[in-house]
Each structure stands twice: as structure tokens, then as C-alpha cells.
């Protein structure tokens, strides 16, 4: 799975760095955020004049992707989850919108105090990603 991370293509925005690459109060964020863990990849996006830094890390087999600010603050949150494990209404909604295709990863997506479920599927040799919210609503980008 880690060569899958790092194989991912690159927004044209976004680049690959290195922990001595991060501003000082990111760096620090991401070693207290990330004890225990596996870094898998670290990179710094610029969009809308906004730079974000994401860290890919692995612990016990799951995956768990954090998003900074540049001034070291936790924006997001996406943490590799069991189906079974989502609220009744989301786990209904994604086996129903991915139906005929096979699930093969799902992530609960938490930004500030709202929190959806996505779906990582393979179906007709094609890989999607659908998302919904705790009631099975889908989730609006």
C-alpha cells in the first residue's frame, strides 16, 4: 500500500518534501501528531494563495492522512476505518451507491467538528471514491 500512496500523481500545485522542509511550527505539530506511527509521505500544497502540509502515515495496518496549516494547526483529518464500524445510515448509503463494485478502503473524514464516511471501489476495472455524511447523504465537494 505505501508504494499505492507514493505512486499517486502530484496536484500541479502540490510537491513531494522533507521533514526539514516544514516551517518550525509544522514540523512539530507532525511529530506530536504522528508518535507511533509510520510516515509515509509528507507534502505542501499551495491553492487559493493557502499553503497546507499533508503527512501520510501508517500505524497498526491502517492508513491516517493529516492536513496542516502553515502555522501548525490540524485542518483534517482522514483515517482508514472498518465499514462496519460507520453509523448505520452511512455504511447503508455507501453499499448501496457502490453496489456491483467491491469497497476496497473506508475512511471517516473529519474537517473542524464535521465528520463523513468515503468509500475507496473498484468496479468495471475502474477504482472510485464516493462520500456521504452520518445520514447517508452524499457528500456535496
Known sequence: MATALCALPLGAAEKRVQMKDLPPPVAQAVQEQTKGAEIRGLSKETEGGRTQYEVETVAG?????????????????????????????????????????????????????????????????????????????????
Open 61 to 141: 495496518g491502517k492508513s491516517r492522512d493529516l492536513t496542516f496549516d502553515g502555522s501548525g494547526r490540524l485542518i483534517e483529518v482522514e483515517q482508514e476505518v472498518a465499514l462496519d464500524s460507520l453509523p448505520a445510515a452511512a455504511r447503508a448509503a455507501l453499499e448501496k451507491r457502490t453496489a456491483g463494485g467491491k469497497i476496497v478502503k473506508v475512511e471517516t473524514v473529519t474537517r473542524g467538528s464535521a465528520t463523513t464516511y468515503e468509500a475507496t471501489y473498484t468496479k468495471s476495472g475502474r477504482t472510485r471514491e464516493i462520500g456521504v455524511t452520518a445520514d447517508g447523504s452524499p457528500v456535496k465537494d
